[in-house]
């Protein structure tokens, strides 16, 4: 059970710190006591973490800002296991965190940014069966478009855990979304390479295999997971599938640009 005083005051802490941009201590002292699950159950911490992530979810929307799709994050297998998981979370996305692509974002909004290259998917049907296959998410797919996350954490030094990033909005902040729309029929999502450089420096390589063998699997989790909570992806949903290779820190301003076979490019463009 989560105790809704804990869930306010926490989701409470995350919203100031994003605010002021402050980073704050990890919250999963008070949300996993002693370092063993609440009530001898990690199911329940899990419960509190994604309590906290609503919490401030429903406030934004009823401060008139809308929700406009959904990332997922932890798809890295190495990750999960860093963070001592055996799935990936999820978060909201807000159309006040879209960029377009090349278009200014200002550090000055950010506290401790990291940039990945990813697939998203645009959705032009609903997703509301409680077990989805790989043919429900393709015919719900308009296209896939290149992308790339920004992700940050309210959390010092990126100090966190499986309940910190899931209470915090799975560390999200923005994200830039490419302008070339591919059909899924004209791509390998498994064999997709992917460059994500600086000034021509190449600082991170992946393919569509580091998101969960394919990122077809992220998107079937998140649709089986959102059902299940009585939210289901909708159409015209934007779906960021995953990291196709590590993160990359963001230091100073510059362009960071995405290459992925068979999408082309996308770049974040950060300013002062």
């Not at 008139?64 to 860093?82: C, D, H, M, N, P």
């Not at 830039?176 to 390998?188: A, H, W």
């Not at 963001?250 to 290459?259: F, L, M, N, R, S």
């Amino acid at each position: 059970m989560t105790d809704p005083k804990l869930v306010a005051a926490l989701a409470a802490r995350l919203r100031e710190a994003e605010a002021s941009r402050e980073v704050i201590e990890p919250v999963r002292g008070e949300i996993v006591k002693g370092g063993e699950p609440r009530g001898g159950d990690p199911l329940d911490d899990m419960a509190t973490a994604y309590a906290v992530q609503q919490a401030n979810v429903d406030l934004r929307v009823a401060n008139g800002e809308r929700i406009v799709g959904r990332k997922i994050g932890l798809t890295s297998l190495a990750v999960q296991k860093q963070l001592g998981v055996d799935q990936p979370d999820f978060g909201a996305l807000f159309a006040s965190m879209a960029y377009g692509d090349g278009e200014p974002i200002p550090l000055s909004q950010l506290i401790q940014p990291k940039v990945e290259a990813e697939i998203a998917l645009v959705l032009e049907r609903d997703l509301t069966q409680k077990k989805h296959t790989f043919v429900d998410i393709v015919n719900a797919t308009a296209y896939a478009l290149a992308a790339i996350e920004v992700v940050d954490s309210r959390i010092q030094n990126w100090d966190i855990r499986f309940v910190d990033t899931v209470a915090d909005n799975a560390s999200s902040a923005r994200f830039v979304l490419g302008s070339r729309p591919v059909p899924l029929s004209q791509l390998d999502l498994t064999a997709c390479a992917m460059e994500l450089s600086r000034d021509g420096d190449v600082l991170s390589r992946g393919n569509g295999a580091a998101c969960l063998g394919n990122p077809l699997n992220a998107a079937v989790w998140l649709a089986d997971r959102m059902a299940q909570l009585g939210t289901p992806l909708r159409a015209g949903d934007v779906v960021l599938t995953g990291a196709l290779g590590p993160m990359v820190a963001v230091k100073e301003p510059g362009t960071y640009t995405a290459q992925i076979d068979g999408l082309g490019s996308v770049r974040a463009t950060f300013t002062a």
